[in-house]
């Protein structure tokens, strides 16, 4: 039972270049989340998505974009890496909206020169 | 002021001691609580969901005080294992949904 699997883990990109994390969950989840972790801010919300079809924003959506073509996938993409967007990157899911249980990918730490 | 505050630490306890951290929440309509566990550069876990009741899980002991708006984790006999941030976490329902707030986390450091 693989949970939330994202990748790629470590990514290095100049400001201006484009990339996909991708993150894909195996339980069947409806809920899906995408996270960025910062110091000293916590966990913030960038997109999130109830159900295959279905996304919106979080928090702090400027500069990524999702999509939720089936319910196992939920890609981010970030349109125009600008330095304000290295981060840690968490993708999570959980089975409904209401339950509390957030399942989280190991992360992905992005780098932008 | 943010919505979930949480004192940063780090705290430093020797092994076997008693640990307590507290969580404060701003907004009176939340609905949930919860203490996630994190480890150095790892992903959040969920440690504990907080009852009004309080809850207990072994060596852990969560509460959850609505009127003064925050909620405790206590831990009993500390292990050098426990070393990890401790994130509070609030679930309160908007407009939007079920909206789930983080905070900053609490650093615990056991020490032999």
């Known amino acids: 039972n693989a949970g939330v699997t994202q990748t790629p883990k470590f990514q290095v990109l100049k400001t201006g270049q484009s990339m996909t994390l991708q993150c894909a969950q195996d339980?069947?989840?409806?809920?899906m989340s995408w996270y960025r972790q910062d110091p000293g801010m916590g966990l913030r919300l960038i997109h999130y998505?109830?159900?295959?079809?279905?996304?919106d924003q979080g928090e702090v959506p400027n500069g990524y974009n999702v999509s939720r073509s089936t319910t196992e996938d939920f890609p981010l993409r970030l349109l125009s890496a600008a330095p304000s967007q290295t981060s840690v990157y968490f993708c999570?899911?959980?089975?409904?909206?209401?339950?509390?249980?957030?399942?989280f990918g190991e992360g992905s730490r992005l780098t932008v020169l | 002021r943010k919505e979930v505050e949480q004192d940063p630490g780090p705290f430093n306890v020797p092994e076997g001691a008693t640990v307590a951290f507290n969580c404060t929440y701003s907004n009176s309509a939340s609905q949930s609580f919860f203490w996630y566990r994190q480890d150095c550069r790892k992903e959040p876990k969920l440690l504990m969901s907080v009852y009004s009741s309080g809850n207990e899980d072994g060596r852990f002991t969560a509460q959850l005080n609505r009127a003064s708006q925050y909620i405790s984790l206590l831990i009993r006999d500390s292990k050098l294992s426990d070393s990890a941030t401790y994130l509070c976490?609030?679930?309160?329902?908007?407009?939007?949904?079920?909206?789930?707030?983080f905070g900053t986390g609490t650093q615990l450091k056991v020490e032999l």
């Open positions: 339980m069947n989840h409806e809920y």
């Open positions: 976490v609030v679930n309160r329902l908007t407009g939007g949904g079920n909206k789930l707030t």
């Open positions: 998505s109830v159900g295959a079809g279905i996304t």
């Open positions: 999570a899911s959980r089975r409904r909206e209401r339950s509390g249980e957030l399942f």
